[in-house]
């Protein structure tokens, strides 16, 4: 059948008129496409549009969905909890039910309170640590991106080489209109991946900082592993300074390891934050950290309210979903891990054949084909911001995906965004994949 978009581009024409931009987020608008793909199913790595065209999904709801497109036992675990009642806003046993799996699974997770999206986790993880330290600044990461709320809309995105100024001092570009200056006072820009800066701003700041709050990986530009010992020299300068160490593992969570990167790298956050694969395609979102700090949410003495707080739907599936992650050894959560190296070898590959200068960077199941920029082709690894600013290539890599949805593979557009490997995934998806990578790299 030959590949069209005839539907999805009646679809959008309609969506314009009640819509902004057609769309309910800008990432999936004009911003990244020439005409929006509507999706209409999904089942295990495969999505199908208005049109009929079939893709391996690369995209998995920017990583939210662990196990694919309607998993069966995750199916009945929702027609289970439908028939039980979506939501109560009372106390329920399956709260706890997953609060305890939780805790077996972080570390650190000795207290968990849920939220429904990864920017109310980090919304409530720094008013957490302001109240237990009693001090206002926070530090911030170049390029790390904490969700939509004020405080942490500051160089979240990539832009000029030279516009980036000093890394030890870097410049705070606001990412959004309608913030006013005050709504970033109180945080504190800093490089991230470089543990000589974080001590430098650390010491300036000195007994004001009450949190440095960071991606353990960097999944805001492709996906950029933390350099060897770097989240170790942020958990010592954290406690040399009395300052909270805040993970948001928002998008790493239950994905890269059943414990996150806490248990990856062996690095204990005083907080850490979930969303994402948590809820395996419905909102769900956790705070968990130590007792002691948790605590201070008790009473309302620091308030999080939330009527949609732990909806027995999203929580019955998110029971199951960590059951089939973590039953057998942890066997689908290696699967996935192996998938996602395969992947990313095999897409360095076909890059290579076809002679596009490019790096492909991962960690597990997550990885990013970072296409180089002319005159570029000799980079080394990806380590921060000002390297993906000043080598890859967001119009290139726009240009690939886009020759890829024509071969039945989707991915997202956006070079800042990343590639995602599925439990639901199989080695037949990962060859199509890596087959339509090299006809689309020989196109352009």
Not at 216 to 225: C, E, F, H, L, T
Not at 240 to 251: C, F, N, Q, S, Y
Request: charged share 20%.
């Amino acid at each position: 059948m030959p590949f069209t978009l005839d539907r999805s581009r009646a679809l959008f024409d309609r969506a314009r008129e009640t819509l902004v931009e057609g769309v309910s987020s800008p990432s999936r608008g004009n911003v990244n496409y020439d005409v929006p793909i509507f999706m209409a199913s999904g089942a295990a790595a495969r999505i199908t549009d208005a049109d009929g065209n079939e893709y391996v999904d690369l995209m998995m709801a920017y990583g939210a969905l662990l196990h694919g497109h309607a998993h069966p036992r995750l199916v009945a675990a929702g027609e289970r909890a439908l028939h039980q009642g979506t939501l109560f806003a009372t106390a329920s046993e399956i709260e706890a039910d997953v609060a305890e799996r939780i805790a077996r699974l972080v570390p650190g997770a000795e207290r968990v309170r849920f939220a429904n999206t990864g920017t109310e986790a980090t919304m409530a993880a720094i008013r957490i640590a302001r109240a237990v330290t009693g001090r206002p600044l926070v530090v911030k990461f170049e390029g790390h991106y904490h969700g939509w709320h004020d405080a942490f809309l500051v160089s979240s995105h990539p832009r000029d080489p030279a516009t980036l100024g000093e890394p030890a001092d870097p410049p705070r570009v606001l990412d959004s209109q309608g913030l006013p200056e005050g709504a970033v006072a109180d945080t504190v820009l800093c490089a991230w991946n470089n543990a000589e800066l974080l001590a430098g701003c650390l010491d300036r700041h000195r007994g004001r900082v009450a949190a440095v709050i960071t991606e353990p990986v960097m999944a805001n530009m492709g996906v950029i592993p933390p350099r060897p010992g770097y989240l170790e020299a942020m958990r010592r300068l954290c406690d040399e300074h009395g300052a909270l160490l805040i993970m948001d593992e928002t998008v790493t969570g239950f994905r890269l390891h059943p414990g996150g990167c806490q248990a990856l790298y062996g690095v204990t956050g005083d907080l850490a934050t979930f969303g994402k694969a948590l809820g395996a395609g419905l909102p769900l979102a956790a705070i968990t950290g130590r007792a002691e700090v948790m605590d201070a949410l008790a009473g309302g003495g620091v308030l999080h309210y939330g009527t949609q707080n732990a909806p027995n739907l999203a929580l019955t599936i998110a029971a199951e979903s960590l059951d089939m992650l973590t039953e057998d050894g942890a066997a689908a959560a290696a699967a996935m891990t192996r998938l996602g190296e395969r992947l990313a070898a095999g897409l360095a590959g076909a890059l290579e054949a076809s002679g596009i200068p490019a790096i492909v960077q991962g960690v597990g199941p997550m990885l990013q084909v970072l296409p180089l920029r002319h005159g570029h082709a000799d980079a080394g690894p990806i380590h921060d911001m000002r390297d993906f600013c000043t080598h890859a290539d967001p119009a290139l890599y726009r240009r690939f995906v886009h020759e890829l949805f024509g071969l039945g593979v989707y991915a997202s557009p956006a070079l800042l965004l990343h590639m995602i490997v599925s439990t639901a995934h199989t080695d037949a998806d990962v060859d199509r994949a890596v087959e339509a990578a090299g006809t689309a790299a020989g196109r352009l």
